[in-house]
């Protein structure tokens, strides 16, 4: 019979510890340098906006400049690791090894997982001066604790979905 388990003196005593405010979190305030950042960013966006066939040329750009198979392959070991390879919403979104979010613990425990989440490091600047950003996927229903662990331990200060 399908139900609700019973509940445990031990897990709801665990519950009594946790507090819940209605109130938002409190804003983390930007420097100076990623509030200009996104000034800038914000202005080139609109920029853009008026002129809709400069994102078309730069989606092409973009799109003649994919990886092959062969280099995905190679790049890409660990998202392809039959172990992680559920937990891509696309077999063709994913990130390389060399700038791939790695989660310290996750909510899978095989140690072959290697903190895996489908999600990159994004630079702005070469000089690194500027933030660093994380593109992530659309969290599926069996890697959102994976998402929110992310969230807790790189301390992003906002979510920006993007379709």
């Given amino acids: 019979m399908a139900g609700n388990p019973a509940a445990t003196p031990s897990s709801t005593s665990s519950l009594h510890n946790l507090t819940f405010s209605p109130d938002f979190p409190s804003r983390i305030p930007l420097t100076s340098d990623q509030l200009n950042h996104c000034n800038k960013a914000l202005a080139l ?20 400049n994919r990886t092959t198979l062969s280099e995905t392959t190679r790049r890409c070991n660990v998202a392809l690791n039959s172990v992680n390879i559920g937990k891509n919403r696309y077999k063709d979104v994913i ?69």
């Fill in 45 to 64: 966006l609109k920029d853009k906006l008026l002129n809709p066939n400069t994102i078309s040329q730069e989606f092409f750009h973009l799109q003649s």
């Fill in 95 to 163: 990130p390389f090894d060399k700038n791939r979010v790695i989660l310290k613990s996750s909510s899978d425990y095989r140690s072959e997982a290697l903190g895996y989440i489908n999600a990159s490091f994004i630079s702005t600047s070469s000089t690194g001066t500027v933030s660093e950003f994380i593109a992530t996927q659309g969290p599926l229903p069996h890697t959102y604790e994976d998402f929110w662990e992310m969230i807790t331990q790189y301390h992003c200060p906002a979510i920006v979905m993007l379709t």
